[in-house]
């Protein structure tokens, strides 16, 4: 009993941790089925247990298609209009508040990925208004964050074939 008393008060990943933190990318799409579950039932309760020795990257935009409109983007997602909002939302909400991951995981696990936005941002980052979310969305910023979400997911080696899509360490 005593044995066991003592590894749980000892924090054995942080003290015997060597290397940097495994990162893990996911490359999804806000409103697919299957990169829902993913998130929700596999990577989000795998980060809660192992966040010492990961790290998560999030991409949403999947097999989005970005094309140039002047200064500008339009982006076709696969699930429609919704889908490209889901997408702006969630890539908007990362580059806003430390409490990402936990907004998305809220909103991936609801009924309504959209609707849910300002109940979960209520709940993680009360700080963080859904008029300031869509400022971004339907901004410079919001453009520019889904650009780079583009280019990193064009970027990929190999290519993602499907989503969702998992690196390890790149």
């Known amino acids: 009993m005593q044995v066991l008393k003592q590894c749980l008060e000892s924090d054995f990943?942080?003290?015997r941790q060597t290397e940097d933190p495994v990162?893990?990318?996911l490359y999804?799409?806000?409103l697919c089925p299957g990169c829902r579950l993913f998130l929700t039932e596999m990577l989000f309760p795998t980060y809660l247990l192992l966040n010492k020795i990961m790290s998560v990257t999030l991409v949403p935009y999947g097999n989005a298609l970005e094309k140039p409109d002047g200064q500008k983007y339009i982006y076709e997602c696969q699930h429609g209009k919704q889908e490209c909002l889901g997408n702006m939302m969630e890539t908007c909400i990362m580059n806003m508040t430390e409490m990402a991951f936990p907004i998305i995981f809220c909103m991936e696990s609801s009924v309504d990925v959209i609707g849910s936005a300002e109940s979960c941002l209520k709940i993680y980052a009360p700080e963080l208004s859904m008029d300031k979310v869509m400022s971004c969305v339907n901004g410079d910023m919001g453009m520019q964050l889904m650009h780079q979400n583009a280019l990193?997911?064009?970027?990929?080696n190999p290519p993602h074939q499907y989503?969702?899509?998992v690196t390890i360490n790149g």
């Open 13 to 15: 990943l942080r003290t």
């Open 23 to 25: 990162q893990v990318g």
């Open 28 to 30: 999804y799409e806000s």
């Open 152 to 156: 990193k997911t064009k970027a990929l």
């Open 163 to 165: 989503v969702p899509w």
